[in-house]
């Protein structure tokens, strides 16, 4: 079976970039860790797969645009969401 | 003007309006065709299959473009009013 | 804000954002589209604006980003238009869905989005216009927050 690129390539795209604006704030006393985003995905996951696929699309019983951009939100922060010593990347 | 003309001429001009609004609601779908519809709905299909976003960004795209345009417009003078200290226009100092 | 906002907020603006991408990415099939779409990816970040604070929230916003993203969005519009003024002799025109067929398949098969359905450049639009309003709506609530700082400034 193929699977419809359009949606994959461009929901990881979109949330790649709100990725990149999570960064985290040290005078404050909550802290979101590892374990927070695990949870996070799991529960996105879950979402995905309740939602369901879009009317004319076969390949998989999931919403492809939703479990990307969580996908895309991840790996923006873990790659690019540094603390605010190095802030001269993307800004 | 007394009161009693004023409400004379009032209710007069109230039901020469009623009567042409009503004479033009009767025997309404009669007066019906089609017409360029046929070929939207025959041609529709084809490009995408929600109606409303073949009007809106196909049929229409241009009028969409000064949409959002308008968005555009209404942020840069939103920041323009309440960024007052960030933003150096020149002038006379005070 | 009480404890129990601030603990639950985070996770959830990020289930609305993905569900805000997912109403774009739908935008020829499915009730929604760009505009719907960034108003909900709005919604998501002004969420955690207003409960954790300027300073404390997890997305940290700045002016270059809200400048360029916006800038982003209303040129790929245009330049999508002019990309079908000067194959074809029409602005916006529908280069994956060729109506006329006055241009060659190139274009056809290059502006084409990859879908079981043929809907041309339609998605792509969806998805220009999304970023506009997303960056357009924050940065109203940003500066609407900011301006008391500048404000008491000013006065003194």
């Known amino acids: ?91 | 003007m007394s009161e009693g003309i004023r409400s004379l001429i009032a209710s007069i001009s109230l039901a020469l309006f009623a009567v042409t609004l009503f004479q033009a609601i009767i025997g309404f779908d009669q007066l019906l065709t089609p017409g360029i519809s046929q070929i939207y709905n025959w041609i529709g299909p084809q490009i995408a299959p929600n109606a409303v976003t073949n009007v809106v960004f196909d049929w229409r795209a241009y009028d969409t473009l000064g949409e959002a345009l308008i968005l555009v417009t209404a942020v840069v003078v939103t920041l323009l009013i309440f960024g007052r200290g960030m933003v150096d226009l020149g002038g006379d100092e005070e | 804000m009480s404890i129990i906002l601030k603990l639950f907020v985070f996770p959830i603006s990020l289930i609305i954002i993905c569900l805000g991408i997912n109403t774009i990415l739908g935008g020829h099939i499915t009730p929604g589209g760009g505009f719907q779409g960034g108003a909900m990816i709005a919604g998501g970040l002004i969420f955690c604006i207003i409960v954790y604070g300027l300073k404390e929230s997890p997305f940290k916003i700045t002016h270059n980003f809200l400048s360029g993203m916006e800038s982003a969005g209303a040129l790929g519009y245009v330049f999508l238009g002019l990309a079908g003024l000067f194959t074809s002799g029409f602005f916006l025109y529908n280069l994956g869905v060729d109506l006329y067929g006055i241009t060659p398949a190139v274009f056809q098969t290059l502006f084409n989005y990859p879908d079981p359905t043929s809907a041309g450049i339609i998605p792509y639009l969806n998805y220009v216009v999304g970023i506009k309003v997303m960056v357009g709506l924050s940065a109203v609530v940003i500066a609407f927050l900011e301006s008391d700082k500048i404000l008491g400034e000013n006065e003194q």
């Open chain 1, 1 to 91: 079976m193929i699977f419809y690129i359009g949606p994959l390539v461009l929901g990881f795209f979109l949330g790649f970039i709100i990725g990149t604006r999570i960064k985290p704030s040290p005078e404050s006393k909550l802290k979101f860790d590892k374990k927070v985003y695990a949870i996070v995905f799991i529960v996105a996951i879950g979402v995905a797969y309740l939602l369901g696929a879009f009317p004319y699309y076969q390949d998989i019983p999931l919403a492809s645009g939703y479990a990307s951009a969580i996908i895309g939100i991840i790996i923006g922060k873990l790659l690019f969401g540094r603390s605010k010593s190095s802030e001269g990347q993307i800004s």
